[in-house]
């Protein structure tokens, strides 16, 4: 089978209860649309988890994004920087954003690896890709973190910038796609604000699939079943 689970901000501990419930083997894949990290107590747990499984797939979100330009700033792996390391005042007010957003966790959670997990974490990061289309059950599935920026049916996905994925808010009152059987399905913005009703449980409609239940906010972590439709809960995580 293939599942998908979006958002799940470091909730490491509902992150393994939800694998369990739905019964999670190798045999399986997992797709997870991005922000491992950042806001939940335990981001690096999921990554190290994530990145031991070779059946998971993990593409770019905007916080795992963010993540990854600011610690590949610092010379703190084992490799050479790329990137350089004069810390400028941007570099250093763009840290103090991030960590108000939650990147806490993500700092304290790095700086506790060796230098070479830290530098097998970057690697990973780096190679996250910025979308995935998977076929299942005579459907395809258009997966991406937050959206598709200034969408347009004829644009080849390739031809999109990663920022055109990870930073979108979906319209989800819009059909992206004409095809019955092509479903976009996103995580990023929490279901609570997209659903008529506001409860934390996977949103279908108008060709859309979202995944994000806010877990990190109290509502759920969710995985949805792309070859049976089946939606799978755990209770989110609480302060």
């Known amino acids: ?122 690697d990973y990061f780096r190679k996250m890709p910025s979308y995935q289309k998977v076929t299942a059950a005579d459907k395809t599935y258009i997966l991406v973190h937050g959206g598709i920026r200034d969408f347009e049916e004829s644009k080849p996905l390739e031809q999109y910038k990663l920022q055109d994925f990870i930073y979108e808010r979906t319209d989800y009152e819009r059909r992206y796609y004409s095809d019955p059987s092509i479903y976009l399905v996103t995580g990023h913005t929490p279901t609570q604000l997209i659903r008529k009703d506001m409860e934390p449980l996977i949103y279908e409609g108008a060709g859309h699939i979202a995944v994000d239940c806010g877990c990190v906010f109290g509502g759920n972590l969710a995985a949805y079943c792309l070859e049976t439709g089946e939606c799978a809960y755990v209770k989110g995580y609480e302060k």
């Not at 031991?52 to 600011?70: C, E, F």
């Not at 763009?94 to 970057?122: A, P």
């Open 1 to 122: 089978m293939n599942y998908v689970i979006s958002d799940i901000h470091g909730c490491y501990e509902q992150y393994m209860k939800l694998l369990d419930k739905i019964h999670f083997s190798e045999r399986d894949t997992l797709y997870l649309l991005g922000d491992l990290v950042d806001r939940g107590p335990e981001p690096m747990e999921v990554v190290k988890d994530v990145m031991r499984r070779k059946n998971v797939v993990t593409i770019m979100g905007n916080h795992d994004y963010r993540a990854l330009q600011i610690l590949e700033r610092f010379d703190i792996g084992e490799t050479p920087n790329p990137h350089g390391t004069i810390i400028n005042s941007e570099d250093l007010l763009t840290c103090k954003y991030w960590i108000k957003d939650g990147g806490k966790s993500t700092v304290q959670g790095f700086l506790n690896m060796s230098l070479h997990e830290r530098s097998e974490f970057l």
